[in-house]
């Protein structure tokens, strides 16, 4: 899913009021904790080149792919759901919306963990 696509749909499911920017620095607060909690506590496959993240900003092109790939990738919607009913206080919206989020990434982190060896003598702390 590219950049274009999950704010397009998310803006058809939610119409809203917010900028560009404001979705792309929720898809970059997504992507960027799938780097630091995923991407780099396991090895890379062979292949598989280091990655190293650059939050997605005005400049960054609608056609950048995201990080996680189908058939996993409709978190991002659910994401930007989220934090669209969360920004205008529809909590019961909200409620569900992070619901089914925590589950599709719970779904990919396992996915994830069963194909990705975690790092020899990884130890991240907070």
Sequence with gaps: ???DEAIGWADALRPNTF???HK??????????????LIETHERG?????????????????DTVLLVPPPYDEM????????????YEEFDKFNNSIMLFNTLFSDYRNE???????????IRFW
């Excluded at 062979?46 to 609608?62: C, D, H, I, K, N």
Aim: glycine share 6%; hydrophobic share 35%.
């Design 19 to 21: 900028s560009r920017e």
């Design 24 to 37: 792309l620095r929720w898809l970059s607060e997504l992507d960027g904790r799938v780097v630091r909690e």
């Design 1 to 3: 899913m590219t950049i």
């Design 76 to 87: 991002y919607l659910e994401w930007l759901r989220a934090n669209l009913d969360r920004s």
């Design 46 to 62: 062979s292949g598989e080149t280091q990655l190293e993240f650059v939050p997605y900003t005005a400049e960054t092109a609608g």
């Design 112 to 122: 994830y963990n069963r194909t990705h060896l975690p790092r020899r003598g990884f």
